[in-house]
C-alpha cells in the first residue's frame, strides 16, 4: 500500500488530505445526527406534563433545551407563549432556521471532497501521463515495460480519487436526507406543542 502511495505522485498527498477530511466528517455526523441527540422519543411528552403540573420552571426549561435540538426549539417557543400564536410560529421557524444550520454543518465540505477527488485524481493522472510520454526518445522507441509500468503508476491517483469520491456522495445523500426526516420530526414535534400551548 505504501509503494502504491508512493508511486502516486505527489497529487497523492491532497487526495489523503481528503480522505482523512472525508472520515472525519462521517464519524462527527454519524454522531451528532442521532435521533435521541435531536429530537429524543418522549421529550415532547415531558414537556407537556411539566407545563400541565406548573412545574416548567427556568431550571427545568433550560435542562430540556440542553438535551437536544427539540428541547431547545420546545423552550423557545414557550418563553413567547404570552403572545400570539401567530407570532410564536414565526419564532419558531426562525430557531428551526438556526437548527437546520447546524444539522447541515460539515455536508458543503462532503460535497466540496465528492467534487474535486476525481479532478484532483485525474489531474495528477494527466501529470504522470505526460511524464511518462515524455520520456519517450525522438524516434519514438522506448522500453515497453518501463512505459506500462509508468502508465500504471499514473492511474494510480484516479483510482484513489474515486474511491474517495465514491463514499463522498453516498454519504452526503445519507445526511441529506437524515437532515430532512430530523427536520419533518422536529416540525411535528413544535406543531404538537404549538397545540398544547394554545389549547389551554
Same mark, same amino acid.
Given at each position: 500500500?505504501?509503494?502504491?502511495?508512493?508511486?502516486?505522485?505527489?497529487?497523492?498527498?491532497p487526495?489523503?488530505?481528503?480522505?482523512?477530511?472525508?472520515? !472525519?466528517?462521517?464519524?462527527?455526523? %454519524?454522531?451528532?445526527?442521532?435521533?435521541? %441527540?435531536?429530537?429524543?422519543?418522549?421529550?415532547?411528552?415531558?414537556?407537556?406534563?411539566?407545563?400541565q403540573?406548573?412545574?416548567?420552571?427556568?431550571?427545568?426549561?433550560?435542562?430540556? @433545551?440542553?438535551?437536544s435540538q427539540?428541547g431547545?426549539?420546545?423552550?423557545?417557543?414557550?418563553?413567547?407563549?404570552?403572545?400570539s400564536?401567530?407570532?410564536?410560529?414565526?419564532?419558531?421557524?426562525?430557531? /428551526?432556521?438556526?437548527?437546520?444550520?447546524?444539522?447541515?454543518?460539515?455536508l458543503?465540505m462532503?460535497? &466540496?471532497?465528492?467534487?474535486?477527488?476525481?479532478?484532483?485524481?485525474?489531474?495528477g &493522472?494527466?501529470?504522470g501521463?505526460?511524464t511518462?510520454?515524455?520520456?519517450?526518445?525522438?524516434?519514438?522507441s522506448?522500453?515497453t515495460? %518501463?512505459? /506500462? @509500468?509508468?502508465?500504471?503508476? /499514473?492511474?494510480?491517483?484516479? @483510482?484513489?480519487?474515486?474511491?474517495i @469520491?465514491?463514499?463522498?456522495?453516498?454519504?452526503y445523500?445519507?445526511?441529506?436526507?437524515?437532515t430532512?426526516?430530523?427536520? !419533518?420530526?422536529?416540525?411535528?414535534?413544535?406543531?404538537?406543542?404549538?397545540?398544547?400551548?394554545?389549547k389551554?
Amino acid at each position: 500500500m505504501s509503494n502504491l502511495l508512493i508511486s502516486g505522485g505527489w497529487f497523492i498527498w491532497p487526495l489523503l488530505v481528503c480522505s482523512i477530511l472525508l472520515i !472525519s466528517i462521517v464519524l462527527e455526523r %454519524l454522531w451528532f445526527l442521532q435521533r435521541r %441527540l435531536v429530537a429524543p422519543n418522549g421529550l415532547l411528552r415531558q414537556a407537556q406534563n411539566l407545563i400541565q403540573k406548573d412545574a416548567f420552571h427556568l431550571q427545568n426549561q433550560q435542562e430540556i @433545551a440542553a438535551t437536544s435540538q427539540l428541547g431547545d426549539l420546545l423552550q423557545h417557543c414557550y418563553q413567547y407563549r404570552l403572545s400570539s400564536r401567530e407570532f410564536v410560529e414565526i419564532k419558531a421557524e426562525e430557531k /428551526a432556521s438556526e437548527i437546520k444550520l447546524l444539522l447541515e454543518r460539515n455536508l458543503s465540505m462532503l460535497s &466540496t471532497i465528492a467534487s474535486i477527488s476525481p479532478l484532483l485524481g485525474l489531474l495528477g &493522472t494527466v501529470v504522470g501521463m505526460i511524464t511518462v510520454f515524455s520520456n519517450i526518445d525522438v524516434n519514438g522507441s522506448a522500453n515497453t515495460d %518501463l512505459l /506500462a @509500468a509508468g502508465i500504471s503508476e /499514473a492511474l494510480i491517483t484516479t @483510482a484513489f480519487g474515486l474511491i474517495i @469520491a465514491v463514499p463522498a456522495i453516498v454519504f452526503y445523500r445519507y445526511f441529506e436526507q437524515k437532515t430532512l426526516v430530523l427536520m !419533518s420530526l422536529l416540525q411535528a414535534n413544535t406543531s404538537i406543542f404549538l397545540d398544547f400551548l394554545y389549547k389551554k
